[in-house]
């Protein structure tokens, strides 16, 4: 495949120059600027801030609903999701629930198992969360990450004597006429229900957990359960659980606006000062991560990967008693083990990303025109793990820059399918589209623009990846196709400094705020392979030797070139050194 072209992004003058006379550092003034921040007040991280809670559609329904089982002694269960959004929003929910006067022993949680259960409130999980003695069964649901969905979830918890409230950040099911279609829970708070005008449409699951419980609090305050005056009734600080809400909101990769912007830098700023849970700190020992220069780059892919790594091989049980547990001692067991796993996790993606990849170079090869990918692409094989499919659809998104499905054989022996999508085609509306006209060809199908999931029958699988190839014929123009890669152009030679790296690692980059990629001219010194498929450069640039590392590109590269890089501190016995690294050439 051909390299992305560099592109430049589009820096607004008096924008840049607003935030530069607001105080803000010059290149941060540029880089902001260039990613759509218009004053130096978009950039104010502190929690006064946030969007109110009230604005948030079912919220202070939930927080009645909450108080009253909570002021009633009534059992609660969480059902929560196997991904780490998931899981963080389990462990905010009951400690929170727990914060505001929830009871000991009225707190419970259930979690599907990937390849059991399949996703969501199933019929199947309410009846798990009711197994057990009757004095502890609960009497309301809370699902997290999940349940916009699930009507026949509900409905069943509901049929069995359950009241179900649903916080879920995913987009709702669709009829067959196009219209929303909600499941009959009691509550339900999902900034894309229909309706909702909370102006981050882009809250992750743990983060609208996190404003369920800023609701409840503030419904207790009505009630008189706190007192600002009175030292007998102080009010729970819930910002101590934002280290799990910006964990679980960089690993979902949800769009950073400001409001999930606000809520990241907070979680960052408690966890580099030592205050974070026990599990967050052992994740970072055992990712060999210094929590006190933690960046959102550890939550997506240090922390994240270790939690999510149970839901796809294991049990989502040990990611979430690792983010619940107060013992020092066991969190650091756990995470011992959710690293143990993660490592198995990428030997099995890797082996099957290999895999793929001949099958992608096959079906490349059978094309009408050699070597040209298709505008949807669809990837099955027996041997493919359940676990694992998104990661590799992730992986050959990005190498072909197109929407791509890999499906796996489940244990109930339908094909479970995870895609990843490009700018420009909605994956879940594809899906929708592809399921009106083929009735009965997708059993289940869900998700966002950029990623989705989706369940059929194994015979069914060449006609669904014709049927989005089709989709993406009709939705995808040229240019869509065309790779490229956005930079902030040259670095100013003054600002390639170690202090302006650490400067830039302060920040809160992520999904839709994306970290500076920059751009200059250098000439090639010398250049070698390490680890097999690394190409370690010694470059000269603006007029100064440079160290640059390109992973996991191996070709070598003409003696001048344009380089797209990030500026990356790099510690090695102590020392602290600058580098280059590589993401793309032009």
Same mark, same amino acid.
């Given at each position: ?13 008096? $924008?840049? #120059? ?88 009225? *707190? ?31 009497? =309301? ?41 909600? &499941? ?7 900034? @894309?229900?229909?309706?909702?005008? #909370? ?29 600002? $005056? ?5 009010? &729970? ?6 280290? =799990? ?10 769009? =950073?606006?400001? @409001? ?17 849970? +026990?599990?967050?700190?052992? *994740? ?28 796809? %091989? ?67 094989? +027996? ?12 992986? %050959? ?17 339908? *094909? ?40 059929? $029958? ?33 670095? +100013? ?22 970290? +500076?990629? #920059? ?68």
């Amino acid at each position: 495949m051909s390299s992305p072209a560099l592109t430049t992004r589009d820096v607004p003058p008096r $924008a840049a #120059f607003a935030l530069e006379q607001a105080g803000v550092h010059p290149l941060l003034a540029r880089l902001f600027a260039a990613r759509g921040v218009r004053s130096a007040d978009e950039l104010d991280d502190g929690l006064g801030r946030l969007l109110p809670p009230a604005s948030l559609q079912g919220a202070t329904a939930a927080a009645t609903l909450l108080a009253d089982a909570i002021a009633a002694g009534r059992r609660i269960c969480v059902v929560a999701d196997y991904d780490c959004d998931g899981a963080t929003a389990c462990a905010v929910a009951l400690r929170g629930l727990a914060m505001l006067g929830a009871r000991p022993g009225t *707190l419970g949680y259930v979690v599907p198992d990937r390849a059991v259960h399949g996703y969501g409130l199933t019929p199947a999980i309410v009846d798990l969360a009711l197994d057990g003695p009757a004095d502890r069964r609960p009497e =309301l649901l809370v699902t997290v990450d999940n349940g916009i969905a699930s009507s026949a979830g509900v409905a069943h918890a509901q049929a069995r004597g359950l009241q179900v409230l649903v916080t879920d950040h995913h987009l709702p099911a669709l009829g067959a006429d196009g219209s929303v279609e909600l &499941p009959p829970a009691e509550v339900i708070v999902n900034p @894309n229900q229909p309706g909702c005008g #909370f102006a981050s449409k882009s809250l992750a699951g743990v983060g609208v957990m996190f404003y369920v419980l800023l609701a409840l609090r503030a419904e207790q305050r009505v009630r008189g359960l706190y007192d600002a $005056a009175d030292p007998s009734k102080p009010q &729970p600080r819930l910002d101590t659980l934002l280290d =799990l809400v910006a964990l679980g909101t960089v690993a979902d990769v949800v769009k =950073l606006d400001d @409001n999930n912007r606000r809520l990241v830098a907070q979680g960052l700023k408690r966890v580099r000062a030592g205050r974070m849970q +026990p599990g967050v700190a052992a *994740l970072f020992a055992a990712a060999g991560r210094s929590a006190a220069r933690a960046a959102a780059f550890d939550f997506g892919f240090a922390l994240g990967p270790r939690i999510n790594a149970a839901g796809r %091989l294991s049990d989502m049980t040990l990611g979430i008693e690792c983010l619940l547990t107060d013992d020092a001692d066991r969190a650091a067991a756990l995470a011992q083990q959710l690293d143990a796993i993660n490592r198995e996790r990428r030997e099995v993606e890797a082996d099957m990303r290999t895999q793929a990849e001949v099958l992608l170079d096959e079906l490349l090869a059978s094309q009408v025109d050699p070597g040209a990918p298709p505008p949807a692409l669809v990837l099955f094989d +027996p041997g493919f793990h359940e676990g694992v499919v998104g990661i590799v659809a992730g992986r %050959l998104k990005d190498r072909l820059h197109r929407p791509t499905f890999v499906l796996a054989r489940g244990q109930d022996g339908l *094909l479970k399918g995870s895609g990843r999508s490009i700018a420009g085609f909605h994956l879940r509306d594809a899906l929708d589209l592809v399921s009106k006209r083929h009735p009965g060809l997708l059993l289940k199908f869900g998700g966002h623009a950029m990623a989705a999931g989706c369940t059929l $029958a194994e015979d069914r699988w060449p006609q669904f990846a014709e049927a989005l190839r089709e989709v993406a014929l009709e939705w995808l123009q040229p240019a869509a196709l065309d790779r490229c890669l956005p930079t902030d152009g040259p670095l +100013p030679v003054e600002h390639f400094t170690l202090a302006t790296a650490a400067t830039l690692d302060a920040q809160v980059w992520g999904q839709g705020f994306e970290a +500076p990629v #920059f751009c200059d001219e250098v000439e090639v010194l010398q250049q070698r392979l390490v680890g097999e498929r690394h190409l370690k450069l010694r470059v000269r640039h603006a007029g100064q030797l440079r160290d640059a590392i390109w992973f996991g590109h191996a070709e070598p590269l003409p003696t001048r070139v344009r380089l797209a890089y990030r500026l990356n501190l790099d510690e090695y016995q102590g020392q602290q050194r600058l580098q280059m690294v590589v993401e793309g050439a032009g």
